[in-house]
């Protein structure tokens, strides 16, 4: 089945550094990755759309500059928080859509940051 | 506003019991509806999906019910495990779009 791999798992990074987080698609070639953020004890909030070889789009309220989405290759996007601040810790989730249905979605395994 | 509408918030049911989720929508250009399980510091899972062309998928002990006049979907769990304690979400695709809405999130436990 298809399967998405999401790296590192648990981050803690000190404000004001930049962290990067990584989502790649193993077995299959994702044109379309997610990224989204999840507070505890509630739902996942889409924060963007990465289409490879493109710009992302960004939700309304989501800092662009802020966080830096890279989909460079078919296999592989990746998250980049830009001076992170406490504020920014929470579970980062990226999903991607599978080439073989057009109704896929497989998770990554999500990321917790800590920012101290 | 929250496209897609779930209850209840939270779930204790006995193991051995059904467990009922429940949601609402309003978009009727949805054409897509999944649930998920997702378990503490886990990304959430594909469990079962339906499309509104169907109004019931069963797949072992997950059953979608799927009334399409009423805009309502519920996941049922038949015999529940403590296992499957976890936060189910559902969520709804628009046709033609690529991104997923999801419902608010069922903490479920199963005692046992």
């Known amino acids: 089945g298809a399967v998405v791999s999401q790296h590192p798992s648990r981050v803690i990074c000190k404000s004001g550094t930049s962290v990067k987080i990584e989502c790649r698609s193993l077995?299959?070639?994702?044109?379309?990755m997610f990224w989204y953020r999840q507070f505890p004890k509630q739902s996942l909030m889409l924060m963007a759309t990465?289409?490879?070889?493109?710009?992302?789009?960004?939700e309304q309220g989501v800092e662009k500059d802020k966080f830096l989405i890279n989909h460079a290759s078919l296999t592989l996007s990746t998250l980049t928080v830009t001076s992170a601040h406490p504020e920014d810790s929470s579970f980062y989730i990226c999903s991607a859509k599978t080439g073989q249905s057009i109704y896929g979605y497989t998770f990554g395994s999500g990321t917790r940051l800590t920012v101290v | 506003q929250q496209q897609v509408k779930q209850s209840p918030q939270s779930l204790i049911v006995q193991k051995g019991g059904i467990s009922i989720i429940n949601c609402a929508y309003e978009n009727t250009a949805f054409d897509y509806f999944p649930w998920y399980q997702q378990f503490p510091g886990k990304g959430p899972a594909l469990l079962i999906a339906?499309?509104?062309?169907?109004s019931e998928k069963k797949e072992g002990r997950f059953t979608i019910s799927f009334n399409k006049s009423a805009k309502q979907f519920s996941l049922h769990i038949m015999d529940s495990q403590p296992g499957d304690s976890a936060t189910y979400f559902c969520?709804?695709?628009?046709?033609?779009?690529?991104?997923?809405?999801f419902g608010t999130g069922t903490r479920l436990t199963v005692i046992p």
């Open positions: 339906i499309r509104p062309d169907v």
């Open positions: 969520a709804a695709k628009e046709t033609g779009a690529n991104n997923l809405f």
């Open positions: 990465s289409n490879e070889g493109s710009k992302a789009t960004y």
């Open positions: 077995d299959f070639q994702a044109t379309t």
